[in-house]
């Protein structure tokens, strides 16, 4: 079983800025485009941001001009930049590939707290 290793989460004030980081085995990171989901408690798991191994990104309307993705196609780590941190954004933060989540890759994720 695969896992990615989601880490950067952590507690922040409103406003505030993260950056999360995700990596992946080579072989499953080079061929696939890679994606950033979050769940928040009570709620269905949702996309975030994802990004093609060619650089074609896609936001969620929430994430639209406050988060960026980014991939190092050498290291195999893919990262969410979140700024204007909002307490909606209060969620465990996972990646995986994408369009089509592998449910054997899910991590444990990395939990964002944004307090008022």
């Known amino acids: 079983q695969v896992q990615l290793v989601e880490s950067g989460g952590g507690l922040v004030q409103a406003g505030g800025s993260l950056t999360l980081s995700c990596a992946a085995p080579g072989k499953i990171f080079s061929i696939n485009a890679m994606g950033w989901y979050r769940q928040a408690p009570g709620k269905q798991r949702e996309l975030v941001a994802s990004m093609t191994s060619g650089g074609s990104t896609n936001y969620a309307d929430f994430a639209q001009g406050r988060f960026t993705i980014r991939r190092d196609n050498v290291k195999s780590v893919v990262y969410l930049f979140m700024n204007t941190l909002k307490p909606e954004d209060t969620a465990v933060y996972y990646c995986?590939?994408?369009?089509?989540?592998?449910?054997?890759?899910w991590g444990q994720g990395t939990q964002v707290t944004v307090s008022s």
């Open positions: 995986n590939i994408w369009p089509v989540p592998v449910s054997d890759y």
